[in-house]
C-alpha cells in the first residue's frame, strides 16, 4: 500500500527519476562529440546543413510549360511549400518546364526562368516572389530592408496530403492545418487518426456503451487498429523517439478491462490503464501527423499495424514567439441518449456529470545566433462524482478525478559540425477510482514516462566511392533514453468481506454489531447473506521499462534516385511487480451460523473476533520479475528511377537475445508512369512484431493461493489449510516472432479537370505465426503458441483538393477531401492476451464456437463500408476557419447475441444470430475566429463539436450504464505573439 496523490512514493519516485535523468543528459552531452566526431571521419568533407531549403531532398517534377499561375499550383501540390507573391505578379506569365530530379528550391528556380520574376527563401518551405526589375526600384525602409508590395500566400491548405515525394510511400498519408484542429479529440492526438482509410477505432456494435464515472475523465488517447492489426501493434513515433510500450498493454488475467462498481473486487493479478504509448502526445504542439499503414520503407520496423509519427513544433531560430491556449467541456453541453434496448432506465440512473479543461503553453526563441530554445507544457483534468452505496455510514459523495500532464524542452544548436537536437518530452498521468460497493476501496492509476534524444544531423559535399557519384549525402545520428512506469496504487492491502445479517423468507435471522459504527443493515433480502466490505484487495502492481536506443541512418542520391542505410540497437529492461504481499479474508463463519456458542474463541487467530471469523482467505505474493534485451537491426533500401519505370527495393534484418531469432524483412514496390500525373504501384512487404516482453515480464507471476480453516468447538485455529501454489506460464522465448505479410496494389495521379489528387488502392496482409493459447489439459496451464493466424483485405479510394473560391464575399479559400472504404478482418481470437482462463462458447448457425475464437468464423464484420468527406473554409482575410467533415457507415449484416442460452452436450452456449445493423451518418465541426491580430500578435476564439446531430448508431447500453454520450462540446481560446 502507498500514499495517495503526491506523497512518499511519488516523491521518492520523481527524485529517483530526476537523478537518472541528470545523469543521463550528462551521457548524452558527452555522447555529442562522439557524434559529431563521427560526422567528421574519413576526408573533411562536412558542411552545416542550410537553414532554409538546404535541408530538403530531391525529389522527382514533371512539370509542362505553361501559365505559371497552374504551375505554382502544381509546385505546391508536390512538394507543400508556401509562396507568396504580390497581386498580378504572375497574370499573363508562361513557366519553364520542369523534369526530373531537383531539390525543390532548384526546382523553382527552373519553372521562375525568362519570367522576370525572382525569389527570396523566408524558411525551409516558404518562398516570396517579386518582380525584378520593381525590386531595383522598390522604397527602402529606415532598418535597409526593401519595402515590397502585400503578398498573396498560396499553400496546400487542404491539411490532407496522399503520399510524399517518393512514388513508392502509397499508404503514407500526412494531417496538418485545420484537419489537426477537426480530427483530434478532447486535445488527443490520436483522434486524428479517426476516420483515414485503414484506422479502425468505432465498435459500433458494443453493447456495453454506455458512459461511466472512469470513461468520462479517462484523458489517455484512442487506442487504433491500422490495417487489421491489434491496437498493441502500431510504432508510434514523436519527433523521431519512439514512444512504444514494449513490455504489454494487454491483461489476460479477469473477464473484464474496466474497473466497475462492484461487491466482487477487480482481478487482483490484472493492471488497469495500461496503454501501448508511454507518452501522451496532446494535439496542442502538433503541427503534422504521417500515418503509414501500407508499403512502409524498410526503415520502419517493430510493428505489424501503421506507423504514426508525430512532429511537433521546433524551437524558433528567428524571434521570441509564444502561445496559450485553454479549452473545456462538459456534461451540461454533452448529448446524453438512453441507450438500452428497449430505451427505458429501470434502475433509474442518473446521468453522469462530468468537467474536462485543457490548458497548454508554449515559449521559443533563439539564445544565440546558432542556439535557439523551446519549452512547452500542457495540463488536462477531468472530475466527476458518484455515490457511495448507502449501507456505509461515511460520506456518501465520491470525488473521481484524473489529470494529464505534458512536459517538452528542446534545444537546437547550429554548428561548424552540423546541426544538434538535444529533446526530452514528460508524461504524468493520474486517475482515481474509489468503489461504491465497499466501504473504502480505492485505486490510484498512475504513469511517469521521459523520452529523450541527442540527435546529429550532418551533410556531406559531392563524392565518388568506388566510382559510384553520390551528393546530397546526409548521416543522421541519435543516442536516445526513455522510462515509463505504470502504478496502481491500492488504498489497502488487506481486504475484509463480513458477513453483516442473515435473512431467510424476507425475515432477520442474525445481524453483526461490530461494524456498526460503518456499515447499517440494508434493506430486508428475501434470503441469503449481507456482507460489508472493506479494505481493498491484491496489493499494489506496478510495470515499466527503461530502454537506451542509439542509430545511425546514412541518405543520398545515387544513379537514377536515392539510397538509405541504417543501423540500430537497444537495450530495454523491464519489470513487473507486487512490492508486498496482500491478502483477501472472505467466507465469515459467524456465530448466527452455529449453536450452542455465545462467542468464538480466537486467542493470536487472524481475522477473528467474537462475532464472527474467516474461514477462507487468499493470499496475493510479492513477487518482482525482471526482464532484459538487446536487439539489433540493420536496413539497406535503393530507389531508382528509369523514364516510366522506378524501383524501390530493400530488406530489414534484425535479432534480439531473448526470442534469438533472426527475422528478414523484404520490402519492395514497383510503380509504372505510363504518362504525367498518372502512376500503378504494386508492392510486397514483411513487417515482425516486437513485443515478446510483454510475455517475459508475465512469466512465473503467482496465482493468488487460497487458505482455509476450520474451528474445533469455539476455538479459531490460527493456522490455515493452503491449496497447491501455482504461477501462470507466459514465455515466448523460443518461438517464432510473429509476422505479418503484406501485397499492394495503387492507383494515383492527379485528375485533370479540378488539378485534384486522387489514390485509389488494394491492400491484403496475411498475419502469420502470430501467439496463440493452447489449454494441453482441461486443468493444465495455458500455454503459449505461434498457432494464431489473422487476414485483412481493404479496398479504399481518396480524393483531395484545394478548390477555387466560387466568388463568395469574404470567401478566402476552400479546400476538400474525400475517402471511401471497404474492410474485412479475421482474426483468430486465441491470442494469450484475448483469452479468458474460463471458456464461454456461442451456439451460431447450428454450430458451437468458443466465444474468444468467435471472430475467425464471422471476421470483421463491424463497418465493413466507411465514406469520409471533409470541407476546410478560411474567410475574411483568413480571420474565420470553418471545418466540416461528415462520415457514414454504410448498413451491413453481422451478428449479435439473442441474450438467450441453450444448453448443448452439457455446456451453456449464448446464442448469437444474424442482424441488420442500419447505417450511421455523423458530422463534427470545428471553427476558430480572430478576434485580434496585429503583426505577430493575435487572439482567437474557437469552438468544437464532434458528433454534432446526436447520434449513436448501432450501439446499445446495459441497465447499470444506460446513457450514452453522443454530441460534445469544446469551446476555448488562444494567444499568441
Known sequence: ?????????????????????????????????????????????????????????????????????QSL???????????????????????????????????????LEGTGIGMRLTGADSVILFDQGSQANAPVVDDGSTLLDPVLVQANGNGVKLGTDSLADTGTSTLSGGQIALRSQGGDANGMLRNLPNAQYQNDISTTAGATDQTVIDLRPREVSISGA?????NFILNGMDINTVTGSQDRYGTSADLEDDKSPPNADRMFDLHSQTIYVPSDFVEQVTVIDSNASAKYGNFQGGVVSYDLQNASKDRLRGSVSTDFTTSDWSGFILGTDDGLNPANVARNEYLQRRTAITLTGPLTDNIAVLGAYSRSSGVTNKERNYIYTQDRDIEENSKNEFYRGQVLAETDFGDFTLEGVYTRYNRSWENTDWRDMAIDLSKRSFASKLQHDYEFEDLELGGLALSNVKLQSKLGFSTSNSLNDKSSNIGYAYDQAHWRAGQLLWQATEQSSWCQTGLPMTSGTQVCYEGATGGDLEQGQERWDWSQELTGDVGNGTFLLGAEYSHVTAHRRRPEEAVYFQNYTTLGEVTGISAFNCGNAEACSPEQFAASKAIY??????????SFNTYGEVEQKWDWFTLRAGARLSYDDYMKNLDIAPRAVVTVTPWQDFAVSAGYNRYYDAKSLAFAIRDGQPRPQTFTRSRTGATVPDT????????????ASGLDTPYTDEFTLSLSGTEPLLDGDWRIRYLDRRAKDQYATQNPTSSGPAILTNDGTGAYQSVSAEYTRDLATPGIAGLDGLAFNASVTWSQREVSNNSYFESDLDDKYVWYKNQSYTKEGFSVVTGNMDIPVRLQAGLASTWFEERLNVNLSANYNFAYTGVKSTETNITVNGISHEIYEDYDFDGLLTFDLAASYTAYKKDDRSFSVNIKVENLFNEIGNATASDDHPWIIGRTVWIGAKATF
Open 73 to 111: 499550383k502544381t509546385f505546391i501540390r508536390l512538394t507543400g511549400w508556401q509562396i507568396g507573391y504580390p497581386a498580378g505578379l504572375t497574370g499573363g506569365k508562361q513557366s519553364s518546364a520542369v523534369a526530373g530530379r531537383h531539390l525543390p528550391q532548384q526546382a523553382l528556380q527552373i519553372l
Open 720 to 731: 490455515w489449510r493452503p491449496t497447491t501454489a501455482t504461477y501462470y506460464v507466459n514465455s
Open 1 to 69: 500500500m502507498n500514499d495517495h496523490g503526491d506523497g512518499m512514493q511519488e516523491t521518492n519516485m520523481t527524485m529517483g527519476m530526476c537523478a537518472r535523468r541528470a545523469g543521463i543528459i550528462a551521457a548524452l552531452l558527452g555522447a555529442s562529440a562522439m557524434t559529431g566526431g563521427m560526422g567528421l571521419t574519413g576526408q573533411a568533407l562536412g558542411q552545416t546543413l542550410p537553414q532554409a531549403a538546404g535541408a530538403a531532398s530531391p525529389q522527382e517534377f514533371r512539370i509542362p510549360a505553361q501559365p505559371l499561375e
Open 621 to 630: 505474493k510479492a513477487f518482482n520479475t525482471k526482464a532484459s534485451l538487446n
Open 230 to 234: 491489434r491496437i498493441y501493434e502500431n
